[in-house]
C-alpha cells in the first residue's frame, strides 16, 4: 500500500501540480487558471471511473486469466520492441509544441513542453491506479499473489494464517 501512495503521490500528483504552477507562472488571469484546473481535474476523473469500469468490466469476463488474448498479448508486449512507436508518437509531440508555441506567444516553448508530459504522466498514473488496487486487494486477500522466504510465489490454494475464512 506505500508503493502505491508514493507513486501516486510523487508521479501522479507532484506532475498535476507542477503543470499546475507552470500555468500559474506565465501572464493568465484567475478565471482562467480555475478553468484550468477544473477541466484538467474533472477529465482526470473521467479517466479514473473509465478506467475502473473498464477493469472490473474484463475483470468479469476473464480477460485476465492465464491464456486469455489479454495474458498473449502481455507476451507479446514484453518480446516485442516497440521502439518506432515510441518515436512517432515522440515527433507528434515535438510538432504539437511546436505549433503552441508559435501561436501562443506568451509561453515559452520549455513550458509548454513540460506542462504536457507533466499533465500526460498525471493522467497514465490515473490510468494505472485500478489496477494497482485490485492487485493490492489481491495481495492481502489471496496468498497465491505473495512470494515465500525464497523468492517464488506462493502456490495457488494455500491458506492465510492471518485472514479467518
Excluded at 504536457?116 to 495481495?139: D, N, R, S, W
Amino acid at each position: 500500500m506505500v508503493i502505491i501512495l508514493v507513486s501516486q503521490n510523487l508521479f501522479g500528483v507532484f506532475a498535476y501540480l507542477f503543470t499546475i504552477f507552470i500555468l500559474g507562472s506565465v501572464d493568465t488571469t484567475t478565471q482562467s487558471m480555475l478553468m484550468a484546473t477544473i477541466v484538467t481535474l474533472i477529465l482526470g476523473i473521467l479517466i479514473f471511473v473509465f478506467t475502473c469500469v473498464r477493469f472490473y468490466k474484463l475483470l468479469r469476463e476473464g480477460h485476465y486469466r492465464e491464456g486469455s488474448k489479454k495474458g498473449m498479448m502481455r507476451a507479446r508486449f514484453e518480446k516485442k520492441s516497440y521502439m518506432s512507436l515510441v518515436i512517432f508518437g515522440g515527433v507528434r509531440a515535438v510538432y504539437l509544441i511546436q505549433f503552441l508555441s508559435k501561436n501562443f506567444y506568451s509561453i515559452p516553448i520549455d513550458f509548454i513542453f513540460v506542462g504536457i508530459l507533466c499533465l500526460a504522466i498525471f493522467y497514465t498514473m490515473l490510468f494505472v491506479l485500478p489496477e494497482q488496487l485490485v492487485i493490492l486487494y489481491c495481495k492481502y486477500r489471496f496468498e497465491s499473489f505473495n512470494f515465500d522466504k525464497d523468492g517464488d510465489l506462493n502456490p495457488m490454494g494455500t491458506k492465510r494464517k492471518d485472514v479467518i475464512y
